[in-house]
Each structure stands twice: as structure tokens, then as C-alpha cells.
């Protein structure tokens, strides 16, 4: 995401906290090749598609950037010895 390449998934735990299937990814089930495969050629063969999840991904990054996850873990030690 953070390099702007957009993202095909599969909807297991873990993942499903920080990905929104059409907004910054494409979800298919776990173990299904066949749609992992459709989702794939529908995004590659999609311009305004692949622009949107690309966007998408690339502000989902951002809370993921390495200033906000340190202020993120900062602030919960600091709650917990208050």
C-alpha cells in the first residue's frame, strides 16, 4: 500500500482490522484461487478501480508510518503506568 501498488486479499483475521474490501483492497475468501484470480484481472483491467484502491491503501499506510506508531505505543505505556 504504502508504495502505491493497489492490493488483492484474502478476508482472514488479522489483515480485516486496517483492510476495506473496495476501498483499499480487493477481498476474495481464503483458499478460493478462481476469485483471487478474477479479483486480480478486475483490478489490472480497471484504471479508475486500481486508482481508487491505490489511493486508498496509500491513506491507510499513513497510520501506519513509523512516527505514528511510535506516538500509538508511547501513548498506551504512558496509560498504563498512569
Known amino acids: ?5 493497489p492490493v488483492v486479499a484474502s ?3 488479522g489483515p480485516d482490522e486496517y483492510l476495506r474490501n473496495g ?7 481464503a483458499g478460493n ?12 483491467g480497471d ?4 486508482g481508487r484502491l ?13 512516527d505514528q506508531m511510535a506516538a500509538r505505543t508511547l501513548h ?4 498504563l503506568v498512569s
Not at 478462481?34 to 483490478?43: G, H, N, Q, S
Not at 484504471?47 to 486500481?50: E, T, V
Not at 498506551?76 to 496509560?79: E, F, G, I, L, W
Open 1 to 5: 500500500m504504502h508504495c502505491g501498488v
Open 11 to 13: 478476508d482472514v483475521a
Open 23 to 29: 476501498k483499499n483492497c480487493l477481498m476474495v475468501p
Open 33 to 44: 484461487a478462481a476469485e483471487l484470480a478474477a479479483a486480480t484481472i478486475r483490478m489490472l
Open 47 to 50: 484504471a479508475q478501480l486500481a
Open 54 to 66: 491505490i489511493e486508498g491503501g496509500r491513506q491507510t499506510a499513513k497510520a501506519f508510518a513509523i
Open 76 to 79: 498506551v505505556y504512558r496509560s
